[in-house]
């Protein structure tokens, strides 16, 4: 009788036991955070998961560059039957219906990007060891601190308060946990910029000599494993594209633009002089303004003086819908200016040569009555002729994000040296194939002034216009007859957030 | 050793029972013998090497015998022993195939044995269970016609026939009984109720539990019931049967055969995932019960297409004492199948061929006929240049000349009987089963072709099956193999409502016969309206289908007289497919996109999906019980059980192909340019441990206690196990003194229980926090992967706890028993998503959000009305009674911040989550009715003021979409060898939205250009100042959701009704040597009755069925 239980047991046993490993399923088309961030090619993959999603339409691929961001600073023409978003948005009202589908959907992106960099920041400690080599480690860290600056800070532009005589004060989260439980903190403007700024200051101290750009010149990392250059490759495919990433110089640049729009115009000015100055390894300047070569080249977003731009391969599936450019008739859902808003934008320019005004707006399109209307070709390249794949990817491909020429723009804006002031527009307009002698403007407050115009000829369609509006507290827009409140530069937060501003 | 000398007993007790077998059925007793000088102990010898007699004997006692000369040519054994032993002082008896010679004790006993049979007499007493006589059983030896009637007091004297070997008692109603005549004089029987047969045991799935201590709810149907009251399928069916069983009737799919039914036991226990995706139709099958098929899982498509010829009894699980045993899968109910098993004996054929037919029931379309409609377009102006529609009068007027002709010529096409026919279904099955004690075998196979009511609609199901069960000593091995290919077709017609929807003015086919391709709009410049006949002379194809291939094997050993174990290991692989073929010709490819240059490649589409399903399932129970001193009976089970199941399933889609290609995807000229391939994966694993006891105390008292502990897969990291457990007591008043030898009352049961169960609907990996890769995306020349959702590891087992009490009461020799149960089951840690701030990166997670209620009782009566059998007139009437009232008691603020927000959308009808209220109920904004003055609808707005603007936030409380009570009454005549049976269902006490009166009635006017409508349009809506009408006037403002439409909802049908005509005598039984002819005609859905008049079926109507089919058993 005994023996019998006995035995029953020790068939028993053996199934009873490892029962936990066994009942732990990890699913096939997925990995567990463990699984992923056990391995340098996880980590890898995690982070151009964070570049995937920036280069998102509902974020940087369309809506905080081409279209929503812009009509917000009144720059397109909006036709309310083919756009309701951005009908919504250019008239401010932030309470329609698909002004707030919008601003959701850019808000749920944004922080969805920075719950991905959370994930590889928040792991490092835990898993970081498993990347061996100390630059690859850098990248991947530094670029992730890098994006959650990046994108909090754009939240900050969008949704937050106006950074400079603020009577509506606005309190934002910022994310550093990706969790249910401890959901992010809310701070008030102060506090958020300095969040922002530690969060670039880590990013910098990160790449900083690590970082490949030390190492060699972005040109060369665009072109690392074409086998044209040298044959010479680097030792890990990873460490490439340097400016298609948030390398060092875009973290700089970054700062640049940050202390810019908080209103700190000397660190502003020293970072983007200091960038302008920059020398690469090979001695020569690190990047140079680009406009004259590319605009020339058919690079029409000017993406060899990027410091960070975004590669995204499928743009010509959809620029075309929205800024016409590439589609054969102009139709109302297109983004299109008036003939009469164009030479506006180009007064006072010596438009003859310009290459913006000659080569970046085309004049032939027409809508199906017939009529013209210029249309911004940034965003077009003819993809029936094909180029190397490394061109493709780095010059064509291009939504950018941080450029040389806003660096000019700061220092211009910025500067207390007239002298400077002209010698860098004479340079600056150059590479708009205009060619200035002698000093153009004669007070620094005439060349401020027309920086401000210059941001709206240069960065069109590139998402700048609203900000510098917004940093400025604008009280009129161009080509808005009302009058712009201090509540029209401040989005309104999503319906679903917990409000402390309320 | 005690042990070993048992076990040595039990197995000599095996071996003579199983050769007393051989010796019915495959003994040879006659013998050709021819010898001289041969003693007995030769002759012995002989008989033995040709036959399988043994001889006991001893030697001393033949040695005294003579020798004889032999010569013997076919005879009798008893004969050869009787010439040899006749004048000795010897005698024999033959037991079975052994042969016993020793010394006769009486000389008048051999005296006896030698005298001629015919004058011997067997007689005795027939009582039933309850030790009453019972009047008019029939006493017959088995394969003669020697055989008497009991009398009155249950006596019988039948006279011994010179082969009488078996005897057979039988009755209507009661399980007939077989009895070895071995020479006794007086032979007793006690004969059971048939309807015992299943009773007296609780199938459970994993312990068998005696019924008499039992504390658990359930309720058992039986394969005749299942005859008996046959629907479409046996989900249906089971419907028919038990009203617990609730089917949520779907108004829009009507019969489809292909749909599988919503189904809940005992209310729903279990939110869907979000308020939205509950009112986008998205309705996870979260409150399913587990469906158990002879001990492992199986799904309800599984049991919908299962061959219901198969099936020995259906045990419906209900409440926690019953189902805790399946732990964490036990919360919605345990729907418990076994299958029939092979019965030993000679090899029996049982053959059934059946034809049913669906016959499309229409009586709830009410439409206008064309030259109704065309005056009623008229009338509100469809054809004025006023309207929106049209700008030129002339074409207009135009339009209404012309289809005025077609009217006058006598057009009026009534569409809705285009895509309908009388679907002819079959049904054929075979069963086959034999052998001996030891070795056991069955094979079954049927063929069910269902044919739905609309064209091309079919669901075709092939079963097979093949079973063997060997016993070797107290070990038995048992094998089960089954198929189950599965075919449904969807009809080519599409949805029914385009038939219904179509203008009764139009012409589909053309005086020469050839078919319209599609009709001028409503006015003549009017985008075409496209015939709905077109699409269905292509050669589309829509149809799923799959094959499970499933094997059983199991173990049983009885190790002790009180101790077994049984193990078992089951696999089940399953395959599916899906084949959807639109042909080029196809409407849906005439759209602007199609009509480029490279759009004219891509016409045509064929989307496939395949799918596999793989997965084990073993167990091992172990059960002792005892009795001790009479007293107290003990039971004791342990079980072990573990599963692991894999799914995948890829999808994609091809496209272009050539006019009139056939469906083939080697016909595509490439892959969908939209659409990418994709594909969905699953594994889920699951252990559990169950132990069971039961204590009995003079069968009087009882108590019976449960426990599992479940580990799953599916649940956070934090909590992969949990426990559950149940605790029920009994009372078998009928037992206790004062009630024995009570004629009144002869069962009375009171059983109260009480536990906690889980439930486990839910994608598997919701608590993990996994990375996706990109397929369909890259960074640079890079690939990426990206965080697909928060997981949560603190997800809890949503818990059910159930509270039941019960009674059983039998009277009147169980000519009327009833049963009743409330219970109270409670959901707690409701899983649900909650919506998160979009900070976090994330919109929602998965979350325990809430508790749900269930009150309800279940009741039954069933007593004979007439138990006449000398008539042989037996009428039984049972009626069922469900109620179950369905309440959220409490919810976590994210869920009522969801609700509200989604309370102020703009949406129609819709189903909110409020505390205090039933999940199901329906909100819609207060109708005050139709102003006289003006024809439009008044509102109670939010504050109490009139108005007459719909606001979605006023919406209040209308009433539940869910009858609280449902019932059935089945009736079961039998008179001779006819039984007609009868099952009539109702429910009330819900309230239902009626969308046909929005969607057919109070249509906007621009509704009436495009869709024709039910003619209370014509007559009943307000047309003028001080009419006072239910409908508003014609405008084109769409009616929203309001309480108006909101009806009471009362039904009361036919389910279903069978007619049977039973044969076993007569010259044809017998000259065929079959045993039995069973004729059957079978309908159902045959009435309805409802308080709500709307249209039934709107994308496949509803069918009434009749069937016939012939049974033959050999």
Same mark, same amino acid.
């Given at each position: 009788m005994k023996r019998i239980f006995i035995y029953l047991f020790l068939i028993i046993l053996p199934l009873i036991s490892s029962c936990d490993k066994w009942l732990d399923v990890k699913p096939t088309t997925q990995e567990t955070t463990d699984e992923l961030f056990g391995s340098y090619a996880g980590y890898c993959n995690a982070l151009n998961g964070c570049y995937i999603k920036l280069k998102n339409r509902d974020i940087y691929g369309e809506k905080l560059t081409m279209s929503n961001i812009e009509s917000m600073a009144q720059l397109w023409r909006v036709d309310q039957n083919g756009r309701l978003q951005d009908y919504e948005l250019k008239a401010f009202n932030y309470d329609g219906d698909n002004a707030k589908a919008a601003a959701n959907s850019i808000y749920a992106g944004l922080y969805n990007v920075v719950a991905q960099a959370n994930m590889i920041i928040n792991s490092m400690d835990t898993y970081g060891s498993v990347i061996k080599d100390p630059v690859s480690k850098a990248i991947i860290e530094g670029e992730a601190y890098a994006i959650r600056a990046f994108c909090h800070f754009d939240a900050l532009r969008l949704f937050g308060q106006?950074?400079?005589?603020?009577?509506?004060?606005?309190?934002?989260?910022?994310?550093?946990?990706?969790?249910?439980?401890?959901?992010?903190?809310?701070?008030?403007?102060?506090?958020?910029?300095?969040?922002?700024?530690?969060?670039?200051?880590?990013?910098?101290?990160?790449?900083?000599?690590?970082?490949?750009?030390?190492?060699?010149?972005?040109?060369?990392?665009?072109?690392?494993?074409?086998?044209?250059?040298?044959?010479?490759?680097?030792?890990?495919?990873?460490?490439?594209?340097?400016?298609?990433?948030?390398?060092?110089?875009?973290?700089?640049?970054?700062?640049?633009?940050?202390?810019?729009?908080?209103?700190?115009?000397?660190?502003?000015?020293?970072?983007?002089?200091?960038?302008?100055?920059?020398?690469?390894?090979?001695?020569?300047?690190?990047?140079?303004?680009?406009?004259?070569?590319?605009?020339?080249?058919?690079?029409?977003?000017?993406?060899?003086?990027?410091?960070?731009?975004?590669?995204?391969?499928?743009?010509?599936?959809?620029?075309?819908?929205?800024?016409?450019?590439?589609?054969?008739?102009?139709?109302?859902?297109?983004?299109?200016?008036?003939?009469?808003?164009?030479?506006?934008?180009?007064?006072?320019?010596?438009?003859?040569?310009?290459?913006?005004?000659?080569?970046?707006?085309?004049?032939?399109?027409?809508?199906?009555?017939?009529?013209?209307?210029?249309?911004?070709?940034?965003?077009?390249?003819?993809?029936?002729?094909?180029?190397?794949?490394?061109?493709?990817?780095?010059?064509?491909?291009?939504?950018?994000?941080?450029?040389?020429?806003?660096?000019?723009?700061?220092?211009?804006?910025?500067?207390?040296?007239?002298?400077?002031?002209?010698?860098?527009?004479?340079?600056?307009?150059?590479?708009?194939?205009?060619?200035?002698?002698?000093?153009?403007?004669?007070?620094?407050?005439?060349?401020?002034?027309?920086?401000?115009?210059?941001?709206?000829?240069?960065?069109?369609?590139?998402?700048?216009?609203?900000?510098?509006?917004?940093?400025?507290?604008?009280?009129?827009?161009?080509?808005?007859?009302?009058?712009?409140?201090?509540?029209?530069?401040?989005?309104?937060?999503?319906?679903?957030?917990?409000?402390?501003?309320? | 050793m005690k042990i070993f000398r048992k076990m040595k007993q039990t197995l000599l007790l095996l071996l003579l029972s199983v050769q007393s077998f051989g010796a019915v059925y495959a003994q040879k007793d006659s013998f050709t013998l021819n010898m001289r000088?041969?003693?007995?102990?030769?002759?012995?010898?002989?008989?033995?090497?040709?036959?399988?007699?043994?001889?006991?004997?001893?030697?001393?006692?033949?040695?005294?015998?003579?020798?004889?000369?032999?010569?013997?040519?076919?005879?009798?054994?008893?004969?050869?022993?009787?010439?040899?032993?006749?004048?000795?002082?010897?005698?024999?008896?033959?037991?079975?195939?052994?042969?016993?010679?020793?010394?006769?004790?009486?000389?008048?006993?051999?005296?006896?044995?030698?005298q001629p049979r015919e004058k011997k007499e067997v007689k005795g007493v027939v009582r039933d269970t309850y030790g009453k006589p019972v009047f008019g059983a029939s006493v017959l030896f088995k394969g003669t016609t020697s055989g008497k009637a009991t009398d009155i007091n249950g006596l019988y004297t039948v006279t011994v026939p010179d082969n009488g070997k078996v005897l057979v008692f039988s009755f209507l109603g009661?399980?007939?009984?077989?009895?070895?005549?071995?020479?006794?004089?007086?032979?007793?029987?006690?004969?059971?109720?048939?309807?015992?047969?299943?009773?007296?045991?609780?199938?459970?799935?994993?312990?068998?539990?005696?019924?008499?201590?039992?504390?658990?709810?359930?309720?058992?149907?039986?394969?005749?019931?299942?005859?008996?009251?046959?629907?479409?399928?046996?989900?249906?069916?089971?419907?028919?049967?038990?009203?617990?069983?609730?089917?949520?009737?779907?108004?829009?799919?009507?019969?489809?055969?292909?749909?599988?039914?919503?189904?809940?036991?005992?209310?729903?226990?279990?939110?869907?995932?979000?308020?939205?995706?509950?009112?986008?139709?998205?309705?996870?099958?979260?409150?399913?019960?587990?469906?158990?098929?002879?001990?492992?899982?199986?799904?309800?498509?599984?049991?919908?297409?299962?061959?219901?010829?198969?099936?020995?009894?259906?045990?419906?699980?209900?409440?926690?004492?019953?189902?805790?045993?399946?732990?964490?899968?036990?919360?919605?109910?345990?729907?418990?199948?076994?299958?029939?098993?092979?019965?030993?004996?000679?090899?029996?054929?049982?053959v059934q061929a059946g034809l049913t037919m669906e016959i499309p029931d229409l009586s709830s379309y009410d439409l206008l006929n064309a030259s109704e409609l065309l005056s009623l377009q008229k009338q509100v102006g469809l054809y004025t240049t006023s309207t929106a529609y049209l700008s030129n009068k002339d074409y207009a007027e135009q339009s209404y000349e012309m289809r005025l002709k077609d009217v006058m010529e006598g057009v009026n096409t009534d569409w809705l009987h285009y895509p309908v026919r009388v679907g002819t279904g079959k049904r054929y099955n075979l069963r086959l089963e034999g052998g001996s004690n030891e070795f056991r075998w069955g094979a079954t196979a049927s063929l069910t072709s269902n044919a739905g009511a609309m064209k091309g609609s079919n669901r075709d199901n092939f079963n097979a099956g093949f079973t063997i069960a060997y016993t070797y000593k107290n070990v038995i091995f048992k094998n089960q193999l089954r198929i189950g290919v599965n075919k449904g077709m969807e009809s080519s017609y599409g949805t029914f409502s385009k038939f219904a929807n179509m203008m009764p003015y139009y012409k589909p086919y053309n005086a020469d016969g050839t078919l319209n391709k599609d009709f001028m709009g409503l006015i003549l410049n009017n985008a075409r309206v496209q015939n709905p006949l077109y699409d269905a002379t292509l050669n589309s194809l829509n149809e799923t289908g799959y094959t499970e291939l499933n094997n059983n094997f199991s173990i049983e050993w009885n190790i002790l007289k009180e101790l077994k174990m049984k193990a078992q290991l089951g696999i089940t692989k399953n395959n599916t497919e899906n084949d959807n073929y639109l042909p080029a010709e196809h409407s849906s490819f005439k759209t602007s996109e199609y009509e480029t240059e490279a759009g004219y490649f891509r016409k045509g589409m064929y989307k496939y999906g395949t799918g596999n399903s793989l997965s084990y399932d073993a167990d091992v129970v172990l059960s002792y019980t005892k009795n001790f001193k009479g007293k107290h009976q003990l039971y004791a089970g342990l079980n072990y059980s573990i599963q692991s199941s894999e799914n995948y399933m890829y999808n994609f889609v091809v496209e272009g192909f050539s006019k009139g290609s056939k469906p083939f995807i080697g016909n595509a000229l490439q892959y969908d340019q939209v659409e990418m391939p994709n594909g969905s994966e699953s594994t889920s694993r699951r252990v559990g441990f169950t132990g069971n006891l039961n204590y009995t105390l003079e069968n009087r008292y009882y108590a019976d206690f449960s426990y599992r502990v479940d580990g799953s897969s599916q649940f956070g990291s934090k909590s992969k196990y949990a426990p559950f457990w149940s605790l029920g007591i009994g009372w078998n008043i009928h037992r206790e003194k004062f009630l024995k030898g009570n004629d009144l009352i002869n069962n009375f049961r009171l059983k109260a229980s009480f536990g906690q169960t889980g439930s486990q609907q839910f994608s598997p990996y919701q608590a993990l926090q996994t990375y996706q890769y990109y397929t369909d995306d890259r960074y640079l020349n890079m690939t990426g992967a990206y965080l697909m959702a928060l997981g949560n590891e603190n997800l809890k087992w949503q818990?059910?706890?159930?509270?039941?009490?019960?009674?059983?009461?039998?009277?009147?020799?169980?000519?009327?028993?009833?049963?009743?149960?409330?219970?109270?089951?409670?959901?707690s840690d409701l899983l649900s998503s909650k919506d998160l701030p979009l900070s976090t990166g994330y919109t929602s997670y998965i979350d325990n959000v809430g508790e749900v209620k269930n009150t309800g009782f279940e009741a039954s009566l069933n007593g004979y009305i007439f138990r006449d059998t000398e008539k042989g007139l037996i009428w039984m009437v049972g009626t069922k009674l469900a109620y179950n009232k369905n309440q959220i008691s409490r919810l976590s603020d994210e869920i009522k911040k969801q609700t509200e927000a989604y309370r102020a959308q703009n949406v129609d009808i819709s189903t909110l989550f409020y505390e205090g209220y039933s999940q199901n109920s329906i909100w819609?904004?207060?109708?005050?009715?139709?102003?006289?003055?003006?024809?439009?609808?008044?509102?109670?707005?939010?504050?109490?003021?009139?108005?007459?603007?719909?606001?979605?936030?006023?919406?209040?409380?209308?009433?539940?979409?869910?009858?609280?009570?449902?019932?059935?009454?089945?009736?079961?005549?039998?008179?001779?060898?006819?039984?007609?049976?009868?099952?009539?269902?109702?429910?009330?006490?819900?309230?239902?939205?009626?969308?046909?009166?929005?969607?057919?009635?109070?249509?906007?006017?621009?509704?009436?250009?495009?869709?024709?409508?039910?003619?209370?349009?014509?007559?009943? #809506?307000?047309? !003028?100042?001080?009419?006072?009408?239910? &409908? @508003?006037?014609? %405008?084109?403002?769409?009616?929203?959701? $309001? =309480?108006r439409f909101v009806m009471s909802d009362k039904v009361f049908e036919l389910q279903s009704a069978s007619?049977?005509? #039973?044969?076993? !005598?007569?010259?044809?039984?017998?000259? &065929? @040597?079959?045993? %039995?002819?069973?004729?059957?005609?079978? $309908? =159902?859905?045959?009435?309805?009755?409802?308080?709500?008049?709307?249209?039934?079926?709107?994308?496949?109507p509803f069918a009434r069925r009749a069937g016939v089919s012939v049974s033959l058993m050999f």
């Amino acid at each position: 009788m005994k023996r019998i239980f006995i035995y029953l047991f020790l068939i028993i046993l053996p199934l009873i036991s490892s029962c936990d490993k066994w009942l732990d399923v990890k699913p096939t088309t997925q990995e567990t955070t463990d699984e992923l961030f056990g391995s340098y090619a996880g980590y890898c993959n995690a982070l151009n998961g964070c570049y995937i999603k920036l280069k998102n339409r509902d974020i940087y691929g369309e809506k905080l560059t081409m279209s929503n961001i812009e009509s917000m600073a009144q720059l397109w023409r909006v036709d309310q039957n083919g756009r309701l978003q951005d009908y919504e948005l250019k008239a401010f009202n932030y309470d329609g219906d698909n002004a707030k589908a919008a601003a959701n959907s850019i808000y749920a992106g944004l922080y969805n990007v920075v719950a991905q960099a959370n994930m590889i920041i928040n792991s490092m400690d835990t898993y970081g060891s498993v990347i061996k080599d100390p630059v690859s480690k850098a990248i991947i860290e530094g670029e992730a601190y890098a994006i959650r600056a990046f994108c909090h800070f754009d939240a900050l532009r969008l949704f937050g308060q106006v950074p400079n005589g603020a009577t509506i004060n606005v309190s934002l989260p910022y994310a550093e946990t990706v969790s249910q439980i401890s959901l992010p903190k809310y701070y008030n403007y102060n506090d958020f910029v300095a969040k922002v700024e530690a969060d670039l200051n880590k990013a910098e101290s990160i790449l900083k000599d690590k970082d490949p750009i030390f190492k060699y010149t972005f040109d060369y990392l665009n072109i690392f494993n074409a086998s044209q250059i040298d044959n010479t490759v680097l030792d890990d495919d990873f460490h490439g594209y340097r400016q298609s990433r948030f390398n060092y110089w875009a973290v700089k640049a970054l700062q640049a633009r940050f202390y810019m729009y908080i209103g700190n115009k000397e660190k502003a000015y020293t970072i983007a002089k200091s960038i302008i100055e920059a020398k690469g390894v090979d001695g020569n300047d690190l990047i140079t303004l680009s406009g004259l070569n590319d605009i020339n080249a058919g690079y029409l977003a000017c993406p060899s003086e990027c410091l960070m731009m975004l590669n995204v391969h499928n743009i010509m599936s959809y620029s075309p819908t929205v800024l016409a450019a590439g589609s054969a008739q102009i139709r109302e859902s297109h983004l299109v200016i008036t003939n009469e808003q164009l030479t506006k934008l180009f007064e006072g320019q010596q438009t003859a040569s310009h290459n913006r005004f000659n080569i970046l707006w085309n004049r032939t399109l027409m809508n199906p009555s017939g009529n013209i209307f210029p249309v911004l070709m940034k965003y077009n390249y003819n993809n029936t002729t094909s180029i190397s794949t490394y061109l493709e990817l780095t010059k064509r491909q291009v939504v950018p994000i941080l450029r040389l020429s806003e660096m000019y723009l700061i220092v211009l804006e910025t500067t207390n040296d007239l002298t400077e002031a002209n010698t860098l527009w004479a340079k600056y307009q150059l590479s708009h194939n205009v060619l200035i002698s002698g000093n153009t403007f004669a007070t620094l407050d005439a060349v401020r002034a027309e920086v401000i115009n210059e941001y709206r000829r240069e960065f069109y369609g590139e998402g700048h216009m609203f900000y510098t509006y917004k940093r400025l507290k604008s009280p009129t827009m161009l080509w808005r007859t009302e009058p712009v409140t201090e509540a029209n530069y401040i989005v309104k937060l999503p319906v679903s957030e917990f409000n402390p501003n309320n | 050793m005690k042990i070993f000398r048992k076990m040595k007993q039990t197995l000599l007790l095996l071996l003579l029972s199983v050769q007393s077998f051989g010796a019915v059925y495959a003994q040879k007793d006659s013998f050709t013998l021819n010898m001289r000088e041969a003693s007995i102990k030769e002759v012995i010898k002989a008989i033995s090497a040709q036959s399988d007699f043994s001889f006991v004997y001893s030697d001393a006692d033949v040695a005294k015998l003579e020798k004889k000369n032999i010569s013997f040519t076919n005879e009798k054994i008893t004969k050869i022993l009787d010439f040899f032993l006749s004048s000795s002082q010897l005698e024999y008896e033959i037991k079975d195939n052994i042969i016993i010679i020793k010394k006769s004790n009486a000389r008048e006993q051999v005296q006896q044995r030698l005298q001629p049979r015919e004058k011997k007499e067997v007689k005795g007493v027939v009582r039933d269970t309850y030790g009453k006589p019972v009047f008019g059983a029939s006493v017959l030896f088995k394969g003669t016609t020697s055989g008497k009637a009991t009398d009155i007091n249950g006596l019988y004297t039948v006279t011994v026939p010179d082969n009488g070997k078996v005897l057979v008692f039988s009755f209507l109603g009661m399980k007939s009984k077989e009895v070895n005549y071995t020479g006794q004089s007086t032979i007793n029987v006690v004969l059971e109720d048939d309807a015992l047969e299943t009773n007296d045991i609780v199938v459970t799935g994993v312990f068998n539990k005696s019924k008499e201590s039992y504390t658990g709810s359930v309720s058992t149907v039986t394969a005749k019931e299942i005859q008996a009251y046959r629907g479409q399928n046996l989900v249906q069916t089971l419907k028919n049967i038990d009203p617990a069983f609730n089917i949520t009737v779907d108004n829009n799919l009507g019969s489809n055969p292909n749909v599988i039914p919503q189904l809940t036991l005992r209310g729903s226990s279990s939110l869907p995932m979000s308020v939205q995706e509950y009112n986008a139709g998205l309705k996870t099958n979260v409150n399913t019960p587990l469906i158990i098929m002879d001990g492992f899982e199986i799904s309800l498509t599984k049991l919908m297409d299962y061959n219901d010829e198969d099936i020995e009894a259906i045990n419906i699980l209900k409440d926690a004492s019953a189902t805790a045993i399946y732990g964490s899968r036990g919360a919605n109910g345990v729907i418990v199948v076994i299958s029939k098993a092979p019965q030993p004996g000679k090899l029996k054929i049982n053959v059934q061929a059946g034809l049913t037919m669906e016959i499309p029931d229409l009586s709830s379309y009410d439409l206008l006929n064309a030259s109704e409609l065309l005056s009623l377009q008229k009338q509100v102006g469809l054809y004025t240049t006023s309207t929106a529609y049209l700008s030129n009068k002339d074409y207009a007027e135009q339009s209404y000349e012309m289809r005025l002709k077609d009217v006058m010529e006598g057009v009026n096409t009534d569409w809705l009987h285009y895509p309908v026919r009388v679907g002819t279904g079959k049904r054929y099955n075979l069963r086959l089963e034999g052998g001996s004690n030891e070795f056991r075998w069955g094979a079954t196979a049927s063929l069910t072709s269902n044919a739905g009511a609309m064209k091309g609609s079919n669901r075709d199901n092939f079963n097979a099956g093949f079973t063997i069960a060997y016993t070797y000593k107290n070990v038995i091995f048992k094998n089960q193999l089954r198929i189950g290919v599965n075919k449904g077709m969807e009809s080519s017609y599409g949805t029914f409502s385009k038939f219904a929807n179509m203008m009764p003015y139009y012409k589909p086919y053309n005086a020469d016969g050839t078919l319209n391709k599609d009709f001028m709009g409503l006015i003549l410049n009017n985008a075409r309206v496209q015939n709905p006949l077109y699409d269905a002379t292509l050669n589309s194809l829509n149809e799923t289908g799959y094959t499970e291939l499933n094997n059983n094997f199991s173990i049983e050993w009885n190790i002790l007289k009180e101790l077994k174990m049984k193990a078992q290991l089951g696999i089940t692989k399953n395959n599916t497919e899906n084949d959807n073929y639109l042909p080029a010709e196809h409407s849906s490819f005439k759209t602007s996109e199609y009509e480029t240059e490279a759009g004219y490649f891509r016409k045509g589409m064929y989307k496939y999906g395949t799918g596999n399903s793989l997965s084990y399932d073993a167990d091992v129970v172990l059960s002792y019980t005892k009795n001790f001193k009479g007293k107290h009976q003990l039971y004791a089970g342990l079980n072990y059980s573990i599963q692991s199941s894999e799914n995948y399933m890829y999808n994609f889609v091809v496209e272009g192909f050539s006019k009139g290609s056939k469906p083939f995807i080697g016909n595509a000229l490439q892959y969908d340019q939209v659409e990418m391939p994709n594909g969905s994966e699953s594994t889920s694993r699951r252990v559990g441990f169950t132990g069971n006891l039961n204590y009995t105390l003079e069968n009087r008292y009882y108590a019976d206690f449960s426990y599992r502990v479940d580990g799953s897969s599916q649940f956070g990291s934090k909590s992969k196990y949990a426990p559950f457990w149940s605790l029920g007591i009994g009372w078998n008043i009928h037992r206790e003194k004062f009630l024995k030898g009570n004629d009144l009352i002869n069962n009375f049961r009171l059983k109260a229980s009480f536990g906690q169960t889980g439930s486990q609907q839910f994608s598997p990996y919701q608590a993990l926090q996994t990375y996706q890769y990109y397929t369909d995306d890259r960074y640079l020349n890079m690939t990426g992967a990206y965080l697909m959702a928060l997981g949560n590891e603190n997800l809890k087992w949503q818990m059910t706890d159930q509270f039941n009490i019960g009674t059983e009461i039998g009277i009147l020799n169980n000519r009327l028993s009833a049963t009743f149960d409330f219970y109270v089951k409670k959901t707690s840690d409701l899983l649900s998503s909650k919506d998160l701030p979009l900070s976090t990166g994330y919109t929602s997670y998965i979350d325990n959000v809430g508790e749900v209620k269930n009150t309800g009782f279940e009741a039954s009566l069933n007593g004979y009305i007439f138990r006449d059998t000398e008539k042989g007139l037996i009428w039984m009437v049972g009626t069922k009674l469900a109620y179950n009232k369905n309440q959220i008691s409490r919810l976590s603020d994210e869920i009522k911040k969801q609700t509200e927000a989604y309370r102020a959308q703009n949406v129609d009808i819709s189903t909110l989550f409020y505390e205090g209220y039933s999940q199901n109920s329906i909100w819609a904004v207060k109708s005050l009715g139709i102003d006289p003055s003006t024809g439009k609808e008044l509102f109670l707005d939010k504050n109490g003021y009139i108005t007459d603007t719909w606001d979605p936030s006023a919406k209040i409380y209308c009433g539940i979409n869910e009858p609280l009570f449902r019932g059935n009454v089945n009736s079961m005549l039998r008179y001779g060898n006819f039984t007609l049976n009868l099952s009539f269902g109702y429910h009330w006490g819900g309230q239902v939205y009626n969308q046909t009166l929005i969607s057919k009635v109070e249509v906007t006017t621009n509704a009436l250009g495009a869709n024709n409508v039910d003619r209370r349009v014509y007559n009943e #809506r307000w047309s !003028k100042p001080g009419d006072v009408t239910f &409908y @508003k006037g014609f %405008s084109n403002t769409a009616t929203r959701a $309001t =309480s108006r439409f909101v009806m009471s909802d009362k039904v009361f049908e036919l389910q279903s009704a069978s007619l049977q005509y #039973r044969l076993d !005598k007569g010259s044809f039984i017998k000259k &065929y @040597k079959i045993q %039995s002819l069973i004729f059957e005609v079978n $309908t =159902s859905d045959i009435f309805y009755i409802s308080s709500v008049k709307r249209e039934r079926g709107i994308s496949y109507p509803f069918a009434r069925r009749a069937g016939v089919s012939v049974s033959l058993m050999f």
